[in-house]
């Protein structure tokens, strides 16, 4: 199962107070034990000494922090040579942290798309059309936050005058494929926006 979270934080992460402080109105979870790497599809920050616990799949979202002797035993390895993991010295610089932290986080939440989606089309026999894949990228990327009319048309028909009812079918027969595995898109009228809600206890979208 996995669930998208902002940021884990290792309880023994090197200044982890400082980076608390930093990460100040972020969504950051606190965590030590490492089977939250797994559950959780998010941005992850721990010490140099936790590079260990990870896997090589978990490493392309991990931002390792440590001293520069470290540090560098790391960037002369073949994880960072492949540009699996990155890596923050000590002691921290809070713009150019917070910088790498923004561009991991993104690239940690276009993961979770990536891979849910997948999932989800594992979970579905038939086929799912690149159109309809791009509106469950929306759905996924939005989160909770719910996607509107005009968020799917600039960003699956960008530049192009697209009449609803092109959007509509695409939503309806993206919506048959998806609650045959237990999504469901939902429109929310207060909001005027959809909204992607799973009863699959694979698919987690909170």
């Not at 902002?6 to 950051?28: A, D, F, Y």
């Not at 035993?73 to 040579?81: I, N, P, V």
């Not at 990228?137 to 192009?160: C, E, K, M, Y």
């Amino acid at each position: 199962m996995t669930m998208p979270v902002g940021i884990l934080l290792h309880k023994e992460t090197p200044n982890v107070q400082r980076l608390l402080s930093l990460l100040k109105g972020l969504n950051v979870v606190l965590f030590s034990d490492f089977g939250e790497v797994e559950r959780r599809n998010s941005l992850v920050i721990a010490g140099f000494q936790h590079f260990g616990n990870f896997s090589a799949h978990q490493l392309n979202r991990t931002l390792l922090i440590g001293d520069e002797q470290s540090v560098q035993e790391l960037k002369d390895g073949a994880w960072f040579e492949k540009g699996l993991c990155d890596a923050f010295i000590l002691p921290i610089n809070s713009v150019l942290f917070l910088a790498k932290v923004e561009h991991l986080s993104r690239q940690a939440r276009e993961l979770y798309v990536v891979t849910t989606a997948i999932k989800i089309q594992e979970l579905y026999s038939g086929s799912i059309s690149p159109k309809e894949v791009g509106i469950l990228h929306a759905f996924l990327r939005n989160g909770a936050a719910g996607v509107s009319r005009s968020q799917f048309v600039d960003g699956i028909w960008p530049g192009l005058s697209v009449h609803s009812k092109t959007l509509d079918t695409h939503l309806f027969n993206l919506r048959s494929k998806l609650e045959t595995c237990g999504v469901h898109i939902v429109w929310h009228r207060l909001d005027q926006v959809w909204r992607l809600h799973s009863r699959n206890v694979k698919i987690n979208l909170e």
